[in-house]
């Protein structure tokens, strides 16, 4: 399973029937104390998707330093001339234990509490309707406390909402993607999940 000192993380995905490649893509991106994590969709599906899903991964790969306001406002520059994209990410700062993240579109994302006594037991990330390239919106990003054992899923459009209602979240982050596009991945479009798990601090 990857992971790095603070998370570990699984990955499922597919691709439309009929395409050579997927308009969904990740990016899980560890940093000193912290990583920062993302899901992509290119607007519509086949090549010219993929190429949208593509730059915006590459653009928060290179300023994964910055804020996650910073980070959507450069996707949107860089895919002012493709078709767009609909973006979630987080970005876990380990020192605090907090985690920052914006949405723009409909990637959903879920955050699942290990200790649900202390917090939500299930916080929805909060999204801008747009799209990144094309019609930003007023950009928000909201700070969220994080436990050990937390999990996060980000979850693009062609898996269905309902998942979160029956969520196994004390799977493998793996195991529990796999089962997440395979009940509720949509055959008509590319789909993809991620899912991340925050990791004790280290002896």
């Known amino acids: 399973m990857p992971r790095s000192r603070c998370v570990e993380w699984g990955l499922a995905a597919h691709t439309l029937a009929g395409n050579t490649e997927s308009g969904d893509r990740h990016l899980v991106r560890p940093f000193p104390r912290g990583a920062l994590l993302a899901a992509v969709d290119g607007i519509g599906h086949g090549d010219e998707a993929a190429v949208a899903a593509r730059i915006a991964v590459a653009t928060l790969d290179s300023h994964w330093e910055e804020s996650v306001i910073s980070l959507l406002q450069r996707c949107h520059e860089a895919l002012s001339w493709t078709r767009g994209a609909v973006i979630s990410l987080a970005s876990y700062n380990d020192d605090d234990r907090t985690l920052t993240w914006a949405g723009v579109g409909n990637v959903g994302g879920l955050m699942v509490r290990t200790l649900p006594l202390s917090a939500p037991a299930k916080e929805v990330l909060l999204l801008r ?27 693009t459009d062609g898996v269905r909402g309902d998942f979160v209602d029956r969520l196994a979240a004390r799977l493998p982050p793996q195991a529990l993607a796999d089962r997440i596009l395979a009940e509720h991945g949509r055959s008509t479009d590319d789909a993809l999940v991620l899912v991340t798990r925050f990791l004790a601090d280290e002896p």
């Open 129 to 155: 309707g747009g799209i990144v390239g094309h019609q930003l919106p007023h950009l928000y990003a909201s700070v969220i406390p994080v436990s050990p054992g937390d999990t996060l899923v980000f979850a």
